[in-house]
């Protein structure tokens, strides 16, 4: 057994992924790693398999291959199982509870935990996000689309999570709340350590805060590298930097 596979450092090691829906196979035998306190990129053109694999981690699909969550197996875990692990998961398309005011949102987040601490949590995500503060009582349905993309995020993250997983966050916004978006990323990922796996199609954006990245294509992986190597590198840049 490889030192990569027992490493304690690594938060989340798949060797092998298999899944797809119905008799459609998506993915074959995808073979990734997450290291502690990472922001891993996903890339990929549509239909590659990126979102797929995000759910076939997150149990939300079934799936064969190894799965292991800080060495433990999670490969047979289901998805609220893994909320309770340090799994957090933000779908593409936001993933908010619309008929309930921002505030019940993330308190809805901190549903596994028991702690006196939740109300702290409010304001540390009420402080990253000020705007949030601002619409508290307002239903999250009547957000706009960055906004409720913040919640989204911070009721993930009221789980006190170590792995987050980002399903195209820049999906739908203005270039302008993107950007926002992921440099708010990168600061929580170093004020908290919070380990991420963001699935994305901007490249530019998703490289500029990743440490590492994984570029799928038909479901396997057809390279891989430190984010700074595959921002440079010329197919990599012509396929999905437009340039």
Do not use: C
Not at 38 to 61: Q, W
Not at 136 to 165: D, F, I, Y
Not at 212 to 228: M, W
Request: net charge negative.
């Amino acid at each position: 057994m490889s030192e990569t596979t027992t490493s304690p450092e690594l938060v989340l090691d798949v060797k092998g992924l298999e899944g797809g829906y119905g008799q459609i196979q998506v993915l074959h035998g995808l073979d990734f790693h997450v290291a502690d306190g990472e922001i891993v990129i996903i890339l990929g053109a549509n239909g590659a398999g990126k979102t797929t694999t995000l759910r076939a981690v997150s149990g939300m699909i079934a799936r064969t291959g190894s799965i292991k969550l800080r060495g433990e197996d999670i490969s047979s875990a289901k998805a609220p199982d893994l909320v309770r692990k340090g799994v957090a998961h933000v779908p593409q398309g936001r993933g908010t509870l619309p008929e309930l005011s921002v505030e019940d949102n993330l308190r809805v987040g901190a549903y596994i935990r028991d702690d006196n601490e939740i109300d702290k949590d409010i304001e540390q995500w009420f402080d990253v996000y000020p705007v949030l503060r601002e619409r508290k009582n307002q239903r999250a349905g009547s957000l706009s689309g960055g906004e409720q993309q913040m919640l989204a995020v911070s009721r993930a993250l009221m789980s006190r999570p170590s792995l987050l997983l980002l399903d195209e966050p820049s999906l739908g916004l203005a270039p302008i709340i993107v950007a926002e978006l992921f440099e708010r990323f990168a600061e929580i990922n170093k004020e908290t350590g919070t380990t991420m796996l963001v699935v994305e199609q901007n490249a530019q954006l998703a490289l500029g805060i990743g440490d590492r990245g994984y570029v799928l294509e038909s479901g396997a992986i057809f390279t891989e590298g430190p984010a700074d190597e595959l921002i440079n590198d010329d197919a990599i840049r012509k396929a999905y930097l437009g340039v």
